[in-house]
């Protein structure tokens, strides 16, 4: 599920098709500025020029997979107490698309996924025929033996998943088929979508995968949550 090119956030937040996940791996290393720091954290400033949210006061990133799997299992009741809030309540379904929309940016910018893989390490993405036909004709296999080789039916969803994990085409924490890859990992992990207050369930279970969903959701946990009724 891994990327390593960058991309324009903004244009591929406007579709809900073909999302990549280059956004997630703009690595701020590079250039000396990670705002970033494991399990401590470090505050979110935006970059210049852009609207400056009052979220950047206080939210900190948490960037380590085994202190977000913790936090994650500790916070399960609240998370879900928030997603009942979230369905329930009468906020706008745009507005809150927006925020997170607006959270997801500013997430992705500041975490470099390569450090982490672990969706790729513990998630079956459902891959559709034409993954199938796409990821065989890249490995210059058959489609029958590109699935004896990898997949396995899934009989929850319709399409196959690789039968093991983490993903075989993982190599160092990247995707060595990233071009070609599933088109649920290009869509992982699906915060960029419409109708986020449908798809909450997902994004609760995802916290304890992926460290941008984690942070997503909590910061989304202080934005909206202090509307709730006293």
Not at 22 to 29: A, E, G, Q, W
Not at 101 to 110: A, N, P, T, W
Request: with cysteine; net charge positive; glycine share 4%.
């Amino acid at each position: 599920m891994l990327a390593t090119k960058a991309f324009n956030a903004d244009s591929d937040l406007e579709s809900d098709s073909g999302h990549p996940l280059n956004l997630h791996f703009r690595n701020k290393k590079k250039n000396g500025n990670s705002l970033t720091s494991g399990s401590t954290g470090s505050p979110i400033n935006p970059a210049p020029g852009e609207p400056y949210r009052s979220a950047f006061r206080y939210m900190r990133l948490e960037t380590d997979i085994k202190r977000i799997q913790q936090l994650a299992q500790q916070r399960e009741e609240a998370n879900w107490a928030f997603r009942c809030f979230l369905k329930g309540s009468d906020l706008s379904i745009r507005g809150i698309d927006f925020t997170v929309h607006d959270l997801y940016r500013e997430v992705s910018r500041e975490i470099d996924c390569t450090n982490c893989a672990n969706c790729c390490k513990t998630v079956h993405p459902v891959l559709k025929p034409a993954d199938v036909r796409r990821l065989a004709k890249h490995l210059e296999l058959s489609v029958n033996e590109f699935r004896s080789r990898f997949l396995a039916d899934n009989p929850e969803r319709e399409g196959s998943v690789f039968r093991n994990l983490p993903c075989p085409f993982l190599q160092d924490n990247l995707c060595t088929v990233y071009d070609h890859r599933p088109s649920d990992c290009r869509s992982y992990p699906h915060l960029y979508k419409r109708d986020f207050v449908f798809r909450i369930s997902q994004a609760f279970s995802n916290c304890s995968v992926c460290p941008i969903v984690f942070n997503v959701y909590e910061q989304l946990k202080r934005e909206l949550w202090r509307q709730r009724p006293r």
